[in-house]
């Protein structure tokens, strides 16, 4: 099924993995879309934003015929859903569909929460180095959950990219640039041997190609 370009919009930052999320999404599913830049400072925030989500106030949003709809993850199930033309993003098994859940759940809860305390910790490198212990134990947990959801293939939705892998995959340039400011590589090939496999494969595809922001560009905006 196709889209034309006005009738999808995305209001996002191209740099925000929650954006990359709905812009993976929608590059599998060959759709077109015009993107709309937004800056999410606290006091910057555009009318379009303030209005279309006026509960969080937050990137990205999502229109659909002028339709607004709010959080990634529920974006990317609308997505999947409104346009069910292969590739499928979440399985359709329902057993394996309510696995995907629970990890882009626990991503989304468990995982992602670690990154803001890094960002947000002003203290000693002994507490900064705490906070990359949590995230290579949170990446040791999704190690044994892409074994699991896998099946031996090459993506956690098997063949293909599918829903925890845009839950997961978004972030993958900032893990990037956090590796390289700490000098600590957080996907090491001997701890984690398949995310860091399936890392390079996911970020080869074109889909992700097209959307994931390069490391370089990253680093200039935090150094």
């Known amino acids: 099924m196709s889209a034309s370009t006005s009738d999808v919009k995305v209001l996002g930052s191209a740099k925000s993995p929650f954006v990359i999320r709905v812009e993976i999404a929608l590059k599998l599913k060959s759709i077109e879309y015009e993107f709309i830049e937004?800056?999410?400072?606290?006091?910057?925030?555009?009318?379009l934003l303030l209005q279309s989500n006026p509960i969080h106030k937050k990137i990205p949003v999502f229109f659909h015929s002028n339709k607004p709809i709010s959080e990634s993850l529920i974006i990317v199930q609308y997505i999947d859903e409104t346009w069910p033309d292969a590739p499928s993003i979440l399985p359709s098994d329902p057993y394996d569909r309510a696995t995907a859940r629970f990890w882009a759940t626990y991503i989304d809860n468990n995982?992602?929460?670690?990154?803001?305390?890094l960002k947000e910790e002003r203290g000693d490198d002994k507490a900064k180095r705490a906070i990359l212990d949590k995230i290579i134990e949170g990446l040791s947990v999704l190690e044994n959950a892409f074994v699991e959801c896998s099946k031996g293939k090459s993506f956690f939705g098997g063949d293909t990219i599918g829903y925890v892998d845009?839950?997961?995959?978004?972030?993958?340039?900032?893990?990037?640039?956090?590796?390289?400011?700490?000098?600590?590589n957080l996907l090491d090939q001997g701890t984690t041997p398949r995310l860091v496999q399936w890392s390079q494969k996911f970020c080869a595809h074109e889909a992700v190609k097209a959307v994931l922001p390069e490391t370089q560009k990253l680093?200039?905006?935090i150094t």
């Open 166 to 184: 845009i839950s997961l995959g978004c972030i993958l340039g900032w893990l990037k640039v956090i590796s390289i400011i700490t000098t600590v």
């Open 219 to 221: 680093l200039k905006l």
């Open 38 to 47: 937004e800056n999410n400072y606290k006091d910057q925030k555009s009318e």
């Open 111 to 117: 995982f992602f929460p670690i990154f803001r305390e």
